[in-house]
């Protein structure tokens, strides 16, 4: 049982590039959710999916596209990074009632040259 | 909208020393609270949180939690901490109705001495 895994770990990117985060969870979880988090900003919320099929904004979505590829997988793509995207980047999963935990997965570092 | 404010970004402390980390947020609906743990290069785990019931809510690892109403403070303590408690701790809250979103506070980073 992994729980939520990440790839990849480490990402350098120039400006104008594009990549994709994998993100994947074995825990049979309704909801998946990507964050970044910034030195003194904690985390924020960039998108999520509620189940599988659908998707919404969070608190900072722009530069940034989300795929529910089935249950289990959540992707994160960069179609022109920026400098301002480089940051740390995390995937949780959880049941999806207001009450539930979220589970993390390790993170991916992303600088953005 | 919810808000959480984490009033310390750093608390230095020694060994077997007690600590407490202070969180406090802003809602005008029902709230549910929660404290997670980041190590050191590793991502987030729950520590503990607060859904209802007794307002003192206990944790893995000797952390506790007290959720006070009227102050609308969760602040996390624990009586004698280990070098191995050196990580950042984030108070984050969610609310009915708000679906599992969790507002993140920026975090505080608990630094345990010898």
């Known amino acids: 049982n992994a729980g939520v895994t990440q790839t990849p770990k480490f990402q350098v990117l120039k400006t104008g590039q594009s990549m994709t985060l994998q993100c994947a969870q074995d825990m049979n979880h309704n909801s998946m959710y990507w964050y970044r988090q910034d030195p003194g900003m904690g985390l924020r919320l960039i998108y999520y999916?509620?189940?599988?099929?659908?998707?919404d904004k969070g608190e900072v979505p722009n530069g940034y596209n989300v795929s529910r590829l089935n249950k289990r997988e959540f992707s994160l793509r960069l179609e022109s990074a920026a400098p301002s995207q480089t940051s740390v980047y995390f995937c949780?999963?959880?049941?999806?009632?207001?009450?539930?935990?979220?589970?993390f997965g390790p993170g991916t570092r992303l600088t953005v040259l | 909208a919810q808000s959480v404010t984490q009033l310390d970004s750093q608390v230095p402390v020694f060994e077997e020393a007690p600590v407490e980390l202070r969180c406090n947020y802003s809602?005008?609906?029902?709230?549910?609270l929660f404290w997670y743990v980041q190590y050191p290069n590793q991502g987030l785990q729950l520590l503990l949180k607060?859904?209802?019931?007794?307002?003192l809510v206990k944790g893995i690892n000797g952390f506790e939690a007290e959720f006070n109403k009227s102050q609308t403070s969760f602040h996390l303590r624990k009586p004698s901490v280990h070098i191995s408690d050196t990580a950042e701790y984030f108070c984050a809250v969610s609310t009915r109705g708000g679906y599992n979103k969790l507002i993140f506070g920026a975090g505080t980073r608990l630094a345990v001495h010898p």
């Open positions: 999916s509620a189940s599988e099929g659908t998707t």
């Open positions: 949780a999963s959880s049941d999806g009632d207001y009450t539930d935990t979220q589970y």
């Open positions: 809602s005008s609906v029902s709230v549910y």
């Open positions: 607060y859904l209802s019931g007794s307002t």
